[in-house]
């Protein structure tokens, strides 16, 4: 297995907290990047219904047999133990005791928040960025990438993504959304699960689905508040602060791994993802997610935000760092055309001072920079942060 990006970071983390909570999606390499960071700890699966079970039946005696501390993976099965592991660090007084894994967000922030403020680091993992694909492969096209998705499993033993995303599909479901919810009806959650990969980078518009669907509304948003819980989706909220123009406020939607979108279309070459209608959002998809994946493993949440208003002038992407604003342009077009920078153009007449130069990412194999924009393709030429210098 490779070494993740987020390795300095979680060790950083380790040097300055005694428990450093890592959050990800499951199969996103959670349990063996602990285990490769921290071989020395000893290590517990609240998965294992054995360790669960004596976890339960006397806290105080499973964490005994962990003076030192440990990694616990999947503490969300059990998070009760928090309040126990709080009186053990108080008491220790070290950092880097214990390593908690967790794939579900809500009860377990909940927890830490209770028992743990202060006292912990919180991180997230998603899939492998593309730094770290490249390990697997050093010329990737963008539509195999999107194929594929980037799951460290399905690459590091060569799996088929069609029968890996099958799998994980019945995993998920079975065990993670109805663990969450009162799932009665499977067959409406698989059709509106298919519907949102459909509508992968819109707005949500939880009438349309709730129509598509049969189902309420408010089902709909239960049911998108589960999928971002498990890190399967996530929203990219609109930016409208300080601005006149009437502007959309829903937010987009996007998968946590663009590869299972891919799956849930229906998609099994890389060919059919290139001249599907929807290869725009899935790229645009690809790209949003590299970034946040880039904030992540240096221990950032970037701030991220799209721009929209009702005359039609929109940005892909706005990502806003030290009180400035970078627009980003998101063209899965292998041709640039002068149109690609009508929108950054127009939101800099906006924005004014605060707006910084701006980024077309495009599929082309050229590079430059015109109007103040820099112009590049990301897989060719590197990531985003690599061209803010």
């Not at 499951?26 to 998965?47: A, H, I, N, W």
């Not at 202060?118 to 991180?123: E, H, Q, S, Y």
């Not at 690809?286 to 970037?302: A, D, T, Y």
Request: proline share 6%; net charge positive; with cysteine.
């Amino acid at each position: 297995m490779i070494k993740r990006d987020i390795t300095t970071e979680l060790l950083e983390a380790a040097g300055e907290y005694p428990v450093v909570i890592l959050f990800g999606p499951r199969q996103s390499g959670k349990t063996t990047l602990v285990q490769m960071t921290f071989p020395d700890k000893l290590y517990y699966s609240l998965e294992d219904p054995d360790v669960r079970m004596a976890a339960e039946t006397d806290p105080r005696g499973f964490l005994a047999k962990l003076p030192e501390g440990g990694v616990l993976d999947e503490i969300q099965r059990l998070p009760e133990l928090l309040s126990y592991i709080q009186g053990i660090v108080d008491r220790g007084k070290k950092t880097g005791m214990f390593i908690l894994t967790g794939s579900h967000q809500p009860e377990l922030h909940q927890s830490v928040s209770q028992s743990l403020a202060g006292r912990t680091a919180v991180l997230t993992l998603l899939p492998l960025s593309l730094p770290e694909l490249k390990n697997y492969k050093k010329n990737w096209d963008p539509f195999e990438l999107i194929l594929k998705g980037a799951y460290p499993r399905l690459h590091e033993k060569g799996l088929k993504p069609t029968r890996f995303f099958n799998g994980y599909m019945q995993t998920y479901i079975e065990r993670d959304v109805r663990a969450l919810i009162n799932l009665k009806d499977l067959r409406s959650f698989q059709q509106f699960f298919t519907l949102l990969a459909g509508r992968i980078g819109q707005l949500i518009n939880y009438t349309s689905l709730s129509n598509d669907v049969g189902v309420s509304a408010t089902t709909i948003k239960n049911w998108i508040g589960v999928l971002k819980a498990s890190f399967v989706v996530f929203e990219l909220p609109p930016f409208f602060e300080n601005i006149r123009k009437r502007v959309f406020k829903s937010p987009k939607i996007y998968f946590s791994d663009v590869g299972l979108a891919a799956y849930l279309l229906g998609m099994e070459t890389s060919d059919q993802v290139s001249r599907d209608p929807l290869r725009g959002g899935l790229y645009e998809n690809l790209f949003v997610l590299e970034i946040l994946k880039s904030g992540l493993n240096h221990g950032k949440r970037p701030e991220l935000f799209f721009y929209r208003d009702t005359n039609g002038n929109e940005v892909d992407l706005v990502i806003k760092e030290r009180r400035k604003l970078v627009p980003v342009e998101i063209k899965s077009a292998v041709t640039f055309t002068p149109d690609f920078l009508k929108g950054i153009e127009r939101f800099r007449k906006i924005t004014g001072n605060r707006c910084s130069k701006g980024y077309v990412l495009y599929n082309g194999p050229e590079q430059y920079t015109l109007k103040g924009t820099r112009i590049f393709n990301p897989i060719i030429h590197g990531d985003l942060e690599a061209h803010q210098t």
